[in-house]
Nanobody
Framework: QVQLVESGGGLVQVGGSLRLSCTLSGRIDWNYEAWFRQPPGKEREFVAGIALNGLGVLYRDSVKGRFTISRDNARTTIYLLMDSLEPKDTAVYYC???????????????WGQGTQVTVSS
């Protein structure tokens, strides 16, 4: 019954913005919430993460200053606001929950099915 569902992906032009959402349900014990992405033909990579208390925010270097991770007060939904999008941001984006402060996919226990983000030049 554990479920994570992403939404908000789509096609956007270079320089545009998108906001991704991930809704969590079921009995989940977690310390940390994160977004990962998998570009075409590449490995899954960490994008951003946040602890349940709003601390411990992490971003990969290539998205710093452009992406913002956040959560709602009920801690059932996490968001990723993406500004100044570039073609290299094109990927399937996944939300996940797991070990606090980790940037490794293997430290996350639950995953959504992903949402496609395509940035057109």
């Amino acid at each position: 019954q554990v479920q994570l569902v992403e939404s908000g992906g789509g096609l956007v032009q270079v320089g545009g913005s998108l906001r991704l959402s991930c809704t969590l349900s079921g009995r989940i014990d977690w310390n940390y919430e994160a977004w990962f992405r998998q570009p075409p033909g590449k490995e899954r990579e960490f994008v951003a993460g946040i602890a349940l208390n709003g601390l411990g925010v992490l971003y990969r270097d290539s998205v710093k200053g452009r992406f913002t991770i956040s959560r709602d007060n009920a801690r059932t939904t996490i968001y990723l606001l993406m500004d100044s999008l570039e073609p290299k941001d094109t990927a399937v984006y996944y939300c996940a929950v797991g070990k606090a402060g980790s940037t490794r996919a293997s430290d996350y226990d639950y995953w959504g099915q992903g949402t496609q983000v395509t940035v057109s030049s």
